[in-house]
Structure formats: structure tokens, C-alpha cells
């Protein structure tokens, strides 16, 4: 297993093995999870945990990508990933220094037509929708081309770190999204007893949601950021 994979591995084990630790903390459920998959044998135990505890990992991280990754896209970075829109200068997420090096080296090296770029260095393109999309689909095609081409290099194999935190964090502030909303489910029934104690735990789940996404954001930029910085 090379090292992004384990990565990969830990960011789908971990939220899942908190995810069942939490159901019955910070959840509306009496009874640990843990509980209902433990067979109370040494040897099968541990192995059945991380298996499961991956699965639902894996479960989490679909459902963190329709669901705290589009609040990211709506809240942060005008409804698109920032990839798309790191090199659209009317967004102003790039630095006009930057760019303008940026763009230079997409034309000369990666032979992006001029035009193309001519559309991410006109701040008047997010205003007409032709243009916007055509800009978009050029910023995610010079993303592309530098994540592969980085890929290979020492600084580059940082920056994809960070979007192994990325993935962390956003399937983190999915588990509190739905641990929060299950609450509040549960309240609506009658099945939680609207003690402030609960009440407290709820603002406690959507409260930690958002500091995930924040963090899951910040996480996202400096991955695409460090991707440029390490090879352009």
C-alpha cells in the first residue's frame, strides 16, 4: 500500500469508527453501536471493526460529497469546486501576480489557447454565462494537467496531503450534520426528551459541522494553491 492510499484508508476508517463511537454521545441512540457489531471475540472483533468502520467510511464520504461538499461549493467558492474558479481573476481567489505567471506558463508549456486564457484574465467574464462556462472548464483543465504533472514531485506530493485533509474534514462535518439532523428527528418524534442537556448537543453537532467545513475548505484551497506553487 503506497502512502496516499493508507491515507485514503484512514480517512474512510476514522470518521467511521467515530461515527458509531458517536451515535449513542452525541446521537440520539441509548445504546453504543459497538455493541450491536461486537461479538465478544478478541481475535474477530478488532478485524469486523475496521471493517465496518470502513464501509461506513466509505458510505460517509458519498453522502459528505452531495451533501456538506455542495454547502462548501455554495458558501465558499460561488457553487463550483475551487479548482474551477481559482484562475478566474473576477472571482479574485488568485493573486494577480500569480496568475498573470500562471497563464504565461499555461500558454507557453502547456499550450492552452490564448483565448481561453484571455476569458480567466477578463474580470468581466463571471458576468456573462457563455464566457463564465468556458472559463470554468479552462481553469479545471490547467488544474488537471498540473495535478498530474505534480504529482511526481516531492512539493507536490504535499500539497496532495492536503486534499487527503480535505476529505477528512468534509466527512467529518458530514457525521455532525447527520448526527445533528438525527437529533432533531428524534425530538420532532418525541423519542428525545428536549432536556437542555440535548438541546445543548444539538447546537453542539451543527456547530462542529461548520467549524468542519471551514477547515475542509481551507484544506481544498491549499491543495489546488500548493499544486501551482509546487510546479509552476
Not at 471493517?51 to 456538506?68: D, N, P, R
Request: hydrophobic share 45%; proline share 2%.
Amino acid at each position: 500500500m503506497d502512502k496516499y492510499s493508507y491515507y485514503d484508508t484512514l480517512s474512510n476508517i476514522i470518521p467511521g469508527l467515530f461515527f458509531i463511537w458517536a451515535l449513542s454521545v452525541l446521537g440520539p441512540f441509548k445504546k453504543s453501536g459497538l455493541s450491536y457489531i461486537l461479538t465478544g471475540n478478541p481475535i474477530v472483533d478488532p478485524i469486523l471493526l475496521l471493517a465496518i468502520s470502513f464501509i461506513i467510511g466509505h458510505i460517509l464520504q458519498f453522502l459528505s460529497k452531495y451533501s456538506t461538499e455542495l454547502l462548501i461549493k455554495k458558501f465558499f467558492w460561488k457553487g463550483y469546486m475551487f479548482s474551477e474558479v481559482f484562475l478566474i481573476s473576477g472571482y479574485k481567489y488568485c493573486k494577480k501576480i500569480e496568475l498573470t505567471r500562471y497563464l504565461d506558463f499555461s500558454e507557453k508549456d502547456l499550450k492552452i489557447s490564448k483565448a481561453n486564457l484571455q476569458l480567466l484574465s477578463d474580470p468581466e467574464a463571471i458576468n456573462d454565462q457563455e464566457k463564465l462556462k468556458q472559463a470554468i472548464e479552462t481553469s479545471q483543465a490547467i488544474y488537471r494537467i498540473i495535478d498530474a504533472k505534480a504529482s511526481d514531485t516531492v512539493k507536490g506530493q504535499k500539497a496532495q496531503l492536503q486534499n487527503f485533509y480535505y476529505s477528512f474534514f468534509r466527512n467529518m462535518s458530514c457525521i455532525f450534520l447527520i448526527l445533528g439532523l438525527l437529533d432533531l428527528f428524534a425530538l420532532f418524534l418525541g423519542c428525545y426528551e428536549s432536556s437542555l442537556k440535548n438541546i445543548f448537543i444539538i447546537l453542539i453537532n451543527f456547530i462542529l459541522t461548520c467549524i468542519f467545513m471551514v477547515q475542509a475548505k481551507q484544506r481544498g484551497e491549499y491543495y489546488v494553491r500548493g499544486l501551482f506553487w509546487s510546479y509552476v
